[in-house]
């Protein structure tokens, strides 16, 4: 079946520091990958999606790359920022759009902690 | 504009009695998923609804059922309650009939019990 698997965490930074939130897939076909975030007393948003291979999806600063050879879809940002705080959760659906979008597949998520 | 909204936020409940969640999709959404995030777990798929029917399931037992309505609200049944039942219970939803319509969120309910 299809499995994701996040770095483990948490993950404690400095503002204007780098951040990288590994993430690697297992799945059969062509399953779109997607990273969602949860901040504090919120529900879980859509940060960035990419649906193929060496697409790369961006949003907020955050990037991530859609890397089949090596099934992997890395979070990074160059400078994070204290209300990046929260929980990213990295996910996959099955195919590239229809139903499947609803059948998300996710990590165990990833504690981010900025400090000032 | 009202995202999804859950209700109730917060329950407790004994071993062996019955829960019932409810959801109410984004405006103009009509396809809704439920998900069950345990404690420091990321959330795992239970159903999908569309046109009133659960149209994709996870690995879950029967007793997790559901329903949709035809203004597109949904209910999840939790029967026979165990412990390993408290959860986070989130609802989601999106357009169906949108090749890639993005998945919307709730808050979520979360159940306890005891």
């Known amino acids: 079946g299809n499995s994701v698997t996040q770095m483990e965490g948490p993950v404690t930074l400095s503002e204007e520091a780098f951040l990288t939130i590994n993430c690697t897939y297992t799945a059969t076909g062509y399953p779109s990958l997607f990273w969602y975030v949860q901040y504090p007393g919120e529900g879980l948003q859509l940060l960035l999606k990419?649906?193929?291979?060496?697409d790369k999806g961006s949003n907020k600063g955050f990037e991530a790359t859609y890397r089949k050879e090596t099934t992997s879809f890395h979070l990074e940002k160059g400078s994070v920022q204290v209300s990046d705080s929260a929980v990213y959760f990295c996910?996959?659906?099955?195919?590239?759009?229809?139903?499947?979008?609803?059948?998300?597949?996710f990590g165990q998520g990833t504690i981010l902690t900025v400090h000032p | 504009d009202a995202g999804v909204t859950q209700s109730p936020t917060h329950l407790i409940k004994t071993r062996g009695q019955q829960v019932t969640l409810r959801c109410s999709p984004k405006?103009?959404?009509?396809?809704v998923s439920w998900y069950q995030q345990a404690l420091g777990q990321g959330p795992q798929f239970i159903f999908q609804y569309y046109e009133e029917e659960e149209r994709q399931r996870g690995n879950f037992p029967d007793r997790f059922s559901g329903h949709q309505f035809p203004n597109y609200s949904s209910e999840l049944n939790v029967n026979a309650l165990l412990l390993g039942d408290s959860a986070l219970y989130l609802c989601?939803?999106?357009?169906?009939?949108?090749?890639?319509?993005?998945?919307?969120f709730g808050e979520g309910s979360r159940l306890t019990v005891l």
């Open positions: 989601a939803s999106r357009h169906g009939t949108l090749h890639t319509g993005e998945l919307f």
């Open positions: 996910a996959l659906a099955p195919n590239a759009g229809g139903t499947s979008y609803g059948k998300l597949t």
């Open positions: 990419a649906t193929k291979a060496d």
């Open positions: 405006s103009g959404h009509d396809t």
